[in-house]
Nanobody, 124 residues
C-alpha cells in the first residue's frame, strides 16, 4: 500500500502561483499512475490532472489546461502540481492519489490510495 502526504498549499492572490507536492511511501510508487483531484466547498470532488508512471503522458481537466502542470520524480517518490495564474475558483482542498494501473486516468474509481489533502485558497 502507498501512503501519500500532500504539502505546499496556502493562501495566494489571484494570478499567483503555488506548487503542490505529494510524497509517497512504498515501493509501488514508480509503477503507478498518479493524479491530483480537488474538492471545492459545497462541491463534489473533481479530477484535476493525471500522469503516467513514466511521466511521459499527462492529462488535464479543461478548467486548468494551460495553467497547471503535473510532473513526477520517481527517484524521490514525489509527484508535483505546479499551479500558475490561479483564480478564486481554484480554491479547494487538493488531493493526490495513486492509481492501480500505470496509464494516466481521469476516472476516480481507478485510484486506490489517497492523501489527506492540502488546502489552497485564492483571494480576488
Amino acid at each position: 500500500q502507498v501512503q501519500l502526504v500532500e504539502s505546499g498549499g496556502g493562501l495566494v492572490q489571484a494570478g499567483g502561483s503555488l506548487r503542490l507536492s505529494c510524497a509517497a511511501s512504498g515501493r509501488t510508487f514508480s509503477s503507478s499512475a498518479m493524479g491530483w483531484f480537488r474538492r471545492a466547498p459545497g462541491k463534489e470532488r473533481e479530477f484535476v490532472a493525471t500522469i503516467s508512471r513514466s511521466g511521459l503522458t499527462t492529462a488535464y481537466a479543461d478548467p486548468v489546461k494551460g495553467r497547471f502542470t503535473i510532473s513526477r520524480d520517481n527517484a524521490k517518490n514525489t509527484v508535483y502540481l505546479q499551479m500558475n495564474s490561479l483564480k478564486p475558483e481554484d480554491t479547494a482542498v487538493y488531493y493526490c492519489a495513486s492509481a492501480r494501473g500505470f496509464m494516466q486516468t481521469v476516472d476516480t474509481h481507478d485510484y486506490i490510495n489517497w492523501g489527506q489533502g492540502t488546502q489552497v485558497a485564492v483571494s480576488s
